[in-house]
């Protein structure tokens, strides 16, 4: 694995993990709701189609910046989810 590879694959996972984890220290301690586990595990879903789909994608759209903006717009997604 190149070293260029991995950086952009830490990029990724750093922003999912942290998405999740924000999302659920809002839940618990912010709205003190308890939403499914899926919907706040909702954003490492987005890391795990990165590992297993980036390889099927062309260059001009597998960008960690791209992955990272999914994995927040997935956070977001998942909040207004669980506050309706």
């Not at 694959?9 to 308890?34: K, P, R």
Request: glycine share 6%.
């Amino acid at each position: 694995m190149d070293t260029d590879r991995f950086r952009q694959d830490v990029i990724v996972a750093t922003a999912a993990a942290g998405s999740t984890v924000a999302l659920s220290l809002i839940f618990e301690f912010g709205l003190e709701i308890e939403p499914s586990f899926f919907l706040q595990a909702a954003p490492l879903g987005v890391y795990f189609l990165h590992v297993f789909g980036h390889s099927f994608l062309p260059d001009s759209v597998d960008r960690p910046r791209y992955w990272v903006g999914l994995a927040l717009a997935v956070a977001v997604v998942a909040f207004v989810i669980a506050t309706l």
